[in-house]
């Protein structure tokens, strides 16, 4: 753990607890988020489906690629992940992204606005928690939330026609911001 890094952010009034414990949970949420999702993808089906499937899958691998992201900061801050993925699954930030009853394509819609929802919140405090104290784990979360606006206006247009200005991204899951942190 790079302890001075540490040491500066904690003067700079952060308790690394208790951003570990957020990002955590935030990290668990992204897990969890991708493994529903694949099932969520794999019920947007019909016509009506096929029309949302490749959206679905940018905010899948998308959300993956935060789990991905967020992972080496919480181990660069001197955190770990829990040894038993029960217990991670247990501790995620956002609900589960059930497949809801009936899978016609507008609840699972609904479904993935509120994961997004969620998403988006749980960034919005992290961005809120670390400005101006730890640069690193803000221009993280903030790059993770550009994404995440971007997920929610997705299917909020898709949902309710609100132009959220989408346009496919150049390949699946590019993570425009993200793709930064990401080790390649
Ligand atoms: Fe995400
Ligand atoms: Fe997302």
Request: charged share 30%; net charge negative; hydrophobic share 40%.
């Amino acid at each position: 753990m790079p302890e001075q890094n540490r040491a500066l952010i904690e003067r700079a009034g952060v308790d690394v607890d208790k951003l570990l414990e957020m990002l955590v949970k935030a990290a668990a949420a992204e897990f969890t988020t991708y493994y529903y999702y694949t099932i969520l993808r794999m019920h947007t089906v019909g016509l009506e489906g096929e029309a949302i499937k490749e959206i679905v899958e940018d905010a899948r691998i998308e959300d993956r690629n935060h789990f991905e992201a967020l992972v080496p900061r919480i181990y660069e801050l001197g955190g770990e992940l829990p040894r038993d993925i029960r217990d991670f699954a247990g501790v995620a930030a956002c609900m589960d992204a059930r497949l809801p009853e009936g899978a016609d394509v507008k609840s699972i819609l609904k479904v993935l606005l509120e994961a997004e929802r969620c998403a988006v919140r749980v960034y919005t405090e992290i961005c809120e928690y670390t400005h101006g104290r730890d640069p690193r784990t803000y221009d993280l979360a903030l790059a993770i939330l550009h994404e995440e606006i971007e997920h929610e206006a997705w299917f909020e247009e898709l949902l309710y026609g609100r132009p959220g200005g989408h346009f496919r991204r150049g390949r699946p899951g590019e993570s425009p911001y993200v793709s930064k942190f990401l080790k390649s």
